[in-house]
C-alpha cells in the first residue's frame, strides 16, 4: 500500500511558469513533511519540508503548500528555470519512519 | 562535515558474487537507513538502524540480504548471492530529529 501519492508523474514547464507537484497521504500521525529533489547520479537532497502546524513555508522560489484537513501538500516552483530540471519526491514520516512518493521528472524548456 | 559517505560508487558483478556496500553516516545522526532505487518500484526502504541497532528490516528482499552496523560510523549492505535483480541504485542516508540526509548511492550491476 502507498502510503504517500504523488502526481504528476512527469512535468514540463516553460521557463519561468510555476511547477506545482502533489502528494497526498493517509496516515494522521505523520508529523514531518520533507520535499527532495534528485539530480541524475546523485543522492535525493533535502530541499524544503513542513510540520502540520503551518499551511505554508516559503524559501526562496520553493513554497510548500499544506493542507492538513485534506491530507495533501504541494510543492510550488515559482519562475522554474532550466536549473530546476530534475526528479522530486515528498515524503512523511512519523517519528523516524520514513515514507516516499514515486517521484516527479521535472523539465524546464528554456 | 562531508555528509553521507558510500562506497563504492560503482559495482559490477556477476550472478552468485558477494556484494558488500558500506556507508559512513554523518557524525552525531543516530538513524541511520539503507535505500534501494529502480525505475520500477522507486525509492524503497531497506532497513534503519537507531542507535547501531536495527529497529525495522520489513523491507529487505530476502534472506540473500544483510546488514549491519557495528559502530556510529560505519555500516555495510551485504548481498550474498547476488542476482540480477538486484541491479539498483543503493543509497544510504542519516538523521538527527527527523532531517534525513543521503548520500551519493551505489550503482550495482550484477551480470
Known amino acids: 500500500q502507498q502510503q504517500v501519492k504523488q502526481s504528476p508523474q512527469s512535468l514540463i514547464v516553460q521557463k519561468g511558469g510555476i511547477s506545482i507537484i502533489n502528494c497526498a497521504y493517509e496516515?494522521?500521525?505523520?508529523?514531518?513533511f520533507p520535499w527532495y529533489q534528485q539530480f541524475p547520479g546523485k543522492g535525493p537532497a533535502l530541499l524544503i519540508a513542513i510540520r502540520p502546524d503551518v499551511s505554508e513555508k516559503k524559501e526562496g522560489r520553493f513554497t510548500i503548500s499544506f493542507n492538513k484537513s485534506a491530507k495533501q501538500f504541494s510543492l510550488h516552483i515559482m519562475d522554474s528555470q532550466p536549473g530546476d530540471s530534475a526528479t522530486y519526491f515528498c515524503a512523511a514520516s512519523t517519528g523516524n519512519q520514513f515514507y516516499f512518493g514515486t517521484g516527479t521528472s521535472l523539465t524546464v524548456i528554456p | 562535515d562531508a555528509g553521507v559517505i558510500q562506497s563504492p560508487r560503482h559495482e559490477v558483478t556477476e550472478m552468485g558474487q558477494e556484494v558488500t556496500l558500506r556507508c559512513k553516516p554523518i557524525s552525531g545522526h543516530d538513524y541511520l537507513f539503507w535505500y534501494r532505487q529502480t525505475m520500477m518500484r522507486g525509492l524503497e526502504l531497506l532497513i534503519y538502524f537507531n542507535n547501531n541497532v536495527p529497529i525495522d528490516d520489513s523491507g529487505m528482499p530476502e534472506d540473500r540480504f544483510s546488514a549491519k552496523m557495528p559502530n556510529a560510523s560505519f555500516s555495510t549492505l551485504k548481498i550474498q548471492p547476488s542476482e540480477p535483480r538486484d541491479s539498483a541504485v543503493y543509497f544510504c542516508?542519516?538523521?538527527?530529529?527527523?532531517?534525513?540526509?543521503f548520500g551519493p548511492g551505489t550503482r550495482l550491476t550484477v551480470l
Open positions: 542516508a542519516s538523521s538527527y530529529h527527523n532531517e534525513q540526509f
Open positions: 496516515n494522521t500521525a505523520f508529523d514531518y
